[in-house]
């Protein structure tokens, strides 16, 4: 299986934390996956929101190639789909929004997160807004059912499988590269210890 440089951070972060007692969510934002992207996720009502923030997408369905939430989407569907990455027991503690330090209810429909901008969820002013009262972040339900299909994965302790493990620790090399690499490595030492003995007939 092959995987962009996107996907290869997030699959090292599941990988390096799986035994941390965490779920993915937590991972997330504890590696700051989302946040350097300038996505967030807010997990309310049981829906998820995504927010995209607008000085990384000021034209979102302009030439800025496909947007990261999509990439961790697909990703997290393949590893799903292909056995790599696995949940077990209920739900853990959510982090209420994926990608920020830090949120919690200020009041119904109001969130307050890390400590200086504002998450409103009803009402003509919904939007997420920056210290200065600006809106920092667009605010899109287009994800929603995509979302929802990998929304237990987010939440719940979570497994990978061994296959995945190796293909880590070899720096994402498959079982095919390495023996090449190998076979390629023979090869020139085979050359190099051949020329060597060339050289020492000559000389002696």
């Known amino acids: ?3 962009s440089k996107e996907e290869r951070e997030i699959v090292k972060a599941m990988v390096q934390y799986e035994n941390r007692g965490w779920n993915l969510a937590s991972v997330i934002n504890h590696c700051r996956l989302l946040e350097k992207h300038g996505i967030g996720i807010v997990n309310a009502d049981n829906a998820d ?3 995209l923030r607008k000085d990384l997408y000021p034209d979102y369905f302009g030439n800025r190639g496909k947007a990261y939430i999509d990439i961790f989407i697909d990703l997290m569907k393949k590893l799903i789909e292909n ?13 209420l929004v994926i990608g920020s330090v830090h949120s919690e209810w200020k009041k119904i429909g109001v969130i307050a997160v890390n400590s200086t901008e504002t998450i409103i969820l009803e009402g003509p002013f919904k939007g997420w807004y920056g210290a200065d009262r600006e809106e920092k972040y667009w605010m899109y339900d287009m994800w929603k059912n995509q979302l929802s299909s990998i929304d237990r994965f987010l939440y719940s ?11 880590v620790k070899n720096n994402f090399k498959t079982d095919e590269e390495i023996r090449f690499a190998k076979q390629q490595l023979i090869t020139w030492v085979s050359i190099g210890v051949s020329a060597l003995l060339g050289v020492l007939g000559i000389i002696f």
């Open 83 to 95: 056995g790599d990455f696995m949940c077990s027991g209920g739900f853990r503690s959510d982090p």
């Open 1 to 3: 299986m092959k995987f």
């Open 157 to 167: 302790n979570y497994y990978i499988s061994e296959e995945l493990k190796d293909l």
């Open 49 to 51: 929101l995504v927010c």
